[in-house]
């Protein structure tokens, strides 16, 4: 068959949470800086269609092939070890913990931020001309992003936090989704169709994604955006990741346990019961 049921779908990703952890430190490192590196690539080029054509819509069709390709080339976000890790803790047969989950954690956010940084910093040349001009029609697009996510959502104090809060949930609703139901897929194409739709619907809404605002925000402060690296961190990147972390745990990794995971973990860590003697052997002191 070319479709994994929802029951083989838990395994696979509980199989596929535990091989990143158990990865190398310079393997996991090198995946995800090609992730985070390949996604931004991909978001640069989503905004180069839609500030050239005008049409965000257009942008947000043809960013999922970044997405696509880093999955097919087994490369990591963090927005999915979100999700893989907790799932493969919980299948608790494994013996994995919840150190390990943590240290894969870490090492993908800094492996994403490396390489999301450095395609910020090559963009910034490129729409600069190295420096030597002011930034292009594309370059000053990021800078306004860049600010409308930070002190846009300081403006409105309190709620403007949970709004951030509430888009990065829901961003990784989205993302996961697309993670685990490329896995729902046995054929190529039908990965990268089942990836494409849910990628596509959170950069048209415009939620909020750790990875992707690795680049946007880096690349705004090099393209002279009116906000601060201090912004960046209080007013997007880090209740951006809390608000991913809770997307995928809620809206993903715990309606799949519930319904199709935890039956087969609590199975998995009880012992079966002793067989019942026959009163034949027993008569017969065996």
Known sequence: MSYVKPAELVVAMADAGEAKIKMSVTDT?????????????????????SVMTGSPLLGAILFPVGFSLLYL?????LTGVLVLGPMAWLDRSRGITMRGVLRNWGLVFVG??????????????VVTYG?????????????????????????????????????????????????????????????????WMPIMLFFFMGFEHSIVNMFLFPSGLLLGGDFTIADYLIWNEIPTVLGNLAGGLVFTVAPLF?????????????????????????SEGV
């Not at 996604?39 to 269609?49: E, H, K, M, R, S």
């Not at 930070?150 to 989704?177: I, P, Q």
């Open 258 to 282: 519930l319904a199709y995971g935890r039956k087969r973990s609590t199975a998995a860590v009880t012992p079966p019961p002793k067989p019942r003697l026959q009163p034949a052997l027993v």
């Open 131 to 195: 420096f030597d001009t002011p930034p292009d029609e594309v370059g000053q697009a990021i800078g306004h992003i860049g600010e409308g996510r930070t002190v846009g959502y300081a403006e409105h104090g309190g709620a403007g936090m949970l709004t951030l809060f509430v888009r990065a949930m829901l961003c990784n609703w989205m993302v996961s989704t697309g993670v685990i139901g490329a896995m729902v897929a046995k054929d190529v194409v039908g990965k990268v169709l089942v990836m």
């Open 112 to 125: 994403n931020f490396l390489g999301a940084f450095t395609v910020a910093v090559l963009m910034a040349i």
């Open 29 to 49: 490192l090198v995946k995800a800086a090609m992730g985070g590196a390949m996604l931004c690539i991909a978001a640069a080029f989503a905004v180069t269609v």
């Open 73 to 77: 080339l087994g490369y990591d976000l």
